[in-house]
């Protein structure tokens, strides 16, 4: 596949789509990479109730401990203080699971967020530059092959816009059936600058027949990336 055109204009067009989709991923990803640490930085306030449950917890257990040695009225007093500290101890499980169920809530937006964006992104440049690469590599290509240009010029005939195909002359189809050479280049040359190329005229090509081209080359677009 062939990546960018030779034109420099249409060189220039693509490098700008290229990066303008690299810039629309980069900044929705970061957008969501946003959103998952705001609601992150709200999970922090609820580790700080369960690190306090904790210490509640841990304190009052100690204090009932210490009151149960009281004589009489250890037992009695100690069953308060243990209820208190079951408080704090459930007061923990809830700032953790509160603490977590937020960092997956944080996850899931910051996904959403970024999810739709970049893949419109990216389906979308898809189209357009696989697309051309598909296209241009594939002309390329069958250049290079005996034969070749008849197929190139019969995707002319099928992709060039009816006002390109007129201004290259009248009764195309019937000259391409007959197989004239002139008809072919013309077909050939239109459309490699449709896609940015630029015909390379020291490689020499045929047709199906076998002939030279007049034109005295294949058309083979230069390119470096192929």
């Known amino acids: 596949m062939k990546w960018y055109a030779d034109a420099g204009l249409r060189r220039c067009r693509q490098l700008g789509f290229d990066l303008l989709t ?16 705001q609601i992150g930085a709200s999970a922090s306030g609820a580790r700080k109730v369960e690190g306090g449950g904790r210490q509640i917890s841990t304190h009052l257990h100690e204090a009932a401990g210490i009151l149960a040695k009281a ?35 944080g996850a899931a937006i910051g996904v959403e967020i970024a999810l739709v964006p970049v893949l419109v992104a990216i389906v979308g440049w898809a189209v357009v530059r696989v697309g051309y690469a598909r296209r241009a590599g594939r002309s390329i290509a069958l250049l290079r092959l005996p034969g070749g240009r008849d197929v190139v010029a019969l995707d002319a ?31 050939v040359r239109n459309y490699l600058r449709s896609l940015g190329l630029r015909p390379d005229d020291d490689t ?5 027949d076998g002939r030279k081209s007049p034109a005295g080359g294949s058309q083979v677009a230069r390119s470096a990336g192929t």
């Not at 391409?176 to 280049?185: C, L």
């Open 22 to 37: 690299i810039g629309w991923v980069a900044t929705w990803v970061w957008l969501g990479a946003l959103a998952h640490r």
């Open 71 to 105: 004589p009489v009225v250890g037992g009695r007093v100690r069953r308060p203080v243990d209820q208190a500290a079951d408080a704090g101890t459930q007061l923990q499980h809830a700032g953790q699971q509160l603490a977590d169920n937020l960092g997956r809530v």
């Open 157 to 187: 005939l099928g992709r060039l816009p009816s006002g390109a195909l007129a201004a290259i002359g009248p009764d195309l189809a019937a000259g391409r059936r007959a197989g004239n050479p002139e008809v072919t280049d013309a077909l």
């Open 204 to 208: 020499s090509g045929t047709t199906s």
